[in-house]
């Protein structure tokens, strides 16, 4: 099977399918904690929120794209709220309660999407400029597919670029490398926080939206990927671009082909890696030096 | 106090040293920050360590501690090679440190920051079946201790209630807890007002003769009196290894260190 | 001897009379009920050895439970063991999974630990989901209780297994309370306090968490043996971390490093659970009785407002006022 070069194109497609979503959903939570050494478990709960609201923006608006621009700007609104509301007024508590506040956020979102949206499975259709097939390297794949790569791609230098190039890019950088410097600099680190945690709520959604059309939407299928995600922000190592982008790229391909060469092993192949990583690097691949 | 059987361990004659830092090199990122040190202590020395901040005087008591593990030579103690052995293993082998900033349970007495380190030295630290207020012996070698370092009026004081100078005090109490053979203590006055700085001062000097000591200090006169032995470090290297006269009356040192205070 | 805890045996011993009492006026349901505080109180103070003694915040503890649930379920289904030696093959699969998981979970600190320890229990809970030999996420049913016709009791009755669960829950906390009252809890107490300086004395750290991780797993494994023998199935819904989270808010409502605490958060979130998932209760409190079917989101409101206000605890609050009183 390993040897059939389609099986590997296909595969590796889909893999690095996976691997973009998981970017867009592990940049955020990576670079809050790096900063603020806080860790939302609601990420996954953003993710699926999104791709709700994609359902009910397709139904009123009877267009993808509409959706596309509206569900994420939904979800950094609900981030923003949920900043104001409860994160900015628990910066001085432990980890431990911040988390836990998050976690009974994830309980809070999965009856509040039922109420809404009812308990059963939805989907929503592809858009039609997209829902065809291509061919790569001789084999047929999916074109909304490939629009998911291309996009976390485009994402992917877009943040690059941000962070290199813009003023909030450099506090953003400074902040996860010494965030009381920053500070005593006289720079704003809370509203550069602010502005990265609804960004990262942006794109949480983006990802719930983008992956709306191929997955089934039901109350429930944030658990899954948050702690993929999760795994992604461990083994890069919280706090830099580039170890989201490999820990996303790692995780995306090896669960990926994890499930089609040994399904029985369930998600047993992606710990096994997590746990690898952590006896070598405990601070994940990519640790962002902490200035003392 | 039983520190006066540390001795009795049998680690070494006079002739080899108790602590032995061979060509200790050490960089942080691009900047050298200790550059082939190599440091000999025979059993019973008080040697001081000076040299002007960035010197390197902390990294090398951390290598020596075991902090850090050196980009290249060896650390030996009582003649064991330590060079790669956690901060744990070695003052399980005899070598205690206070810190420079005081590194205590603030939030338990100094009767319990006592017991604890006493736990470790006594090794019961494991027991988890017979309550700890039954181990007398930790408890009367905490309380001991104390006594001897003047400590006991404060034994029952949640220690973030007292005083700099006690807290410090109490800083070196927990090494000596734990009956080493050798002492590295870093700046031990630091922050002090000057009637602290003698107590400190008349303290370190009525530890047990058989103790050595390993001693960073910014106070010169502390230093001069107290350390058989002085190190100057000046980036990274050693400038000058000699009795506190020979430092005292060396133009080097002169020119580089005590010039500038 | 580390730390002072004048209040830790009336509480216990308040906890032991209400819980007799209960017990002994108690119908079918109440029964079943108590049966289920005392598993969770069990889980809960094993978990409370680990956050609130050594500062190992895991918000993995449900694999614990799941693994010793499965053992028992594999033991007795699988090769007809009595309950008895399922109870502590279970305790000693649970214990074995800590010490394999424990190597690598206390490499890391802080939040890190609080994630390594997520991703292991969802591991566990994957595990059982798709694992063919064990129902994959229909779980295994049939799991006996104890035979205790030797004694002329009936374990199936609810009166006496909910009393067997409360034993152990009282034998568990005793054995605890030894732990942390002896040298290796004051260890724990210190590692918590300042790692940096119990290193520095000599302690291997690593070997004191690993031994905690190991002893909390271990309990965590036997409370998992008493939830199957008290629903009789197993699912792999029990090693969801969702179960995790709520054991660590039992710990966080009771007062984290305290074990009467933690039974006393167990007692408040077992009896919330089933209240707000009753439709009466709803209707008593002049309510629509649909919100019976969305208790999560109240639920998850209500961790949110304890989270925030509980502060040490119910058992802090109670340490602190007690304190004041004997002030004035």
């Known amino acids: 099977m390993l040897l059939d070069p389609g099986f590997l194109i296909v595969q590796t497609l889909n893999g690095l399918q996976l691997s973009m979503l998981l970017f867009l959903l592990s940049i955020g939570l990576s670079v809050v904690f790096g900063m603020m050494n806080f860790i939302n478990l609601a990420h996954g709960t953003l993710y699926m929120v999104g791709a709700y609201l994609a359902l009910s923006s397709v139904r009123w608006f009877d267009s993808y794209w509409v959706a596309l621009v509206l569900a994420p700007l939904g979800v950094a609104l609900i981030g923003a709220v949920f900043y104001a509301v409860l994160l900015r007024h628990m910066q001085r508590q432990s980890p431990m309660r911040q988390v836990l506040v998050t976690f009974g956020l994830i309980f809070v979102g999965f009856d509040a999407v039922r109420m809404v949206w009812g308990a059963l499975p939805h989907t929503i259709p592809i858009p039609a400029a997209l829902d065809g097939s291509v061919t790569v390297f001789g084999e047929i794949y999916p074109t909304y597919r490939l629009f998911i790569i291309a996009l976390g791609v485009t994402v992917l230098i877009a943040l690059h670029f941000g962070l290199e190039r813009t003023r909030l890019g450099a506090v953003v950088r400074a902040g996860v490398d010494d965030r009381r410097m920053v500070a005593a600099l006289g720079i704003d680190v809370e509203r550069a926080f602010f502005l990265v945690f609804c960004l990262g709520c942006w794109l949480a959604g983006l990802a719930g939206v983008v992956s709306a059309p191929v997955f089934s939407i039901f109350p429930g299928m944030d658990m899954s990927i948050l702690i993929l995600t999760l795994i992604v922000v461990v083994v890069g190592g919280p706090g830099s671009l580039k170890g989201a982008v490999v820990g996303s790229f790692v995780i995306g391909m090896v669960d990926t082909y994890g499930q089609v060469l040994a399904p029985e092993l369930a998600r047993v192949t992606i710990y096994a890696l997590m746990a690898a990583v952590l006896l070598v690097r405990p601070q994940g691949l990519f640790p962002v030096s902490q200035a003392h | 106090m039983s520190t006066t059987t540390a001795h009795a361990r049998g680690h070494g004659s006079t002739d080899t040293p108790i602590l032995h830092a061979e060509a200790i090199t050490h960089t942080f990122g691009s900047l050298l920050v200790t550059d082939s040190v190599t440091l000999e202590l025979a059993p019973g020395e008080r040697h001081g360590l000076i040299g002007p901040n960035g010197a390197g005087k902390t990294t090398l008591f951390n290598i020596i501690a075991g902090e850090i593990v050196p980009d290249s030579g060896s650390v030996h103690l009582g003649g064991v090679d330590v060079t790669r052995l956690k901060p744990d293993r070695r003052a399980r082998l005899g070598l205690a440190r206070s810190f420079q900033h005081n590194n205590l349970f603030t939030d338990l007495t100094v009767r319990e920051n006592l017991s604890i380190a006493g736990a470790i030295a006594h090794r019961v630290g494991h027991v988890a079946w017979r309550a700890f207020a039954r181990h007398r012996e930790v408890h009367a070698s905490a309380e001991s201790l104390a006594v001897a370092l003047g400590l006991e009026e404060v034994l029952d ?80 290297k050693v400038l000058l290894q000699g009795t506190p006269r020979e430092v005292r009356d060396s133009d080097v040192v002169r020119s580089r260190y005590l010039g500038m205070q | 001897m580390i730390g002072r805890d004048p209040l830790h045996l009336p509480v216990a011993a308040a906890l032991v009379i209400a819980a007799g009492v209960a017990w002994y006026g108690g119908d079918f349901f109440r029964h079943e009920v108590l049966a289920e505080i005392a598993i969770y109180a069990i889980l809960a103070m094993s978990l409370d050895l680990l956050v609130g003694y050594a500062g190992l915040v895991s918000l993995g503890h449900a694999a614990f439970f799941a693994a010793g649930a499965y053992a028992t379920a594999a033991c007795t289904v699988f090769f007809g063991w009595p309950v008895s030696a399922a109870t502590v093959a279970a305790v000693g699969c649970a214990a074995a999974l800590a010490a394999v998981a424990g190597v690598f979970v206390i490499r890391v600190s802080g939040v890190f630990f609080i994630m390594i320890t997520l991703a292991l229990g969802q591991m566990v809970y994957a595990y059982f989901f798709k694992a063919s030999e064990f129902g994959k996420d229909d779980g295994m049913a049939g799991i006996p209780r104890p035979d205790l016709s030797m004694i002329g009791l009936d374990a199936t ?172």
């Open chain 2, 157 to 236: 004081t949640v220690v973030r209630h007292l005083s700099y100078g006690t807290q410090r005090q109490l800083e070196i109490a927990l090494a000596l807890a734990l009956d080493p053979m050798i002492l590295l203590l870093d700046e031990p006055t630091a922050g002090m007002s000057p009637e602290e700085t003698a107590a400190m001062k008349a303290m370190i000097a009525a530890l047990p003769a058989s103790l050595t000591l390993l001693v960073i200090e910014h106070d010169m006169e502390v230093l001069f009196d107290l350390a058989d032995r002085i190190t100057v470090l000046d980036y990274g």
């Open chain 3, 157 to 328: 009755d609810p009166q006496v297994f909910s009393a067997l669960t409360l034993i152990a829950a009282f034998g568990v906390w005793a054995l605890l309370r030894t732990v942390v009252g002896s040298p290796f809890g004051a260890m724990l107490v210190a590692i918590h306090r300042n790692e940096s300086r119990v290193r520095a004395l000599g302690c291997p750290v690593p070997r004191y968490k690993l031994a905690a991780f190991v002893l909390a797993g271990a309990i965590g494994g036997f409370a998992g043996s008493l939830i199957a023998q008290h629903s009789g199935f197993v699912s792999p819904d029990l090693g969801f971390w969702t179960v995790s989270g709520e054991v660590l808010i039992m710990v966080i409502i009771g007062g984290m490093g305290s074990l009467v605490g933690a039974a006393l958060g167990a007692v408040v979130m077992v009896l919330l659970r089933h209240e707000l998932s009753h439709r009466a209760f709803w209707e008593a409190i002049g309510l629509p009785a649909d919100l019976a079917s969305y208790w999560q989101f109240v639920m998850g409101l209500i961790f949110i407002a304890i989270v925030l206000l509980a502060g040490d605890g119910l058992y802090g609050r109670l340490l602190t006022t007690w304190r004041r009183l004997r002030r004035s």
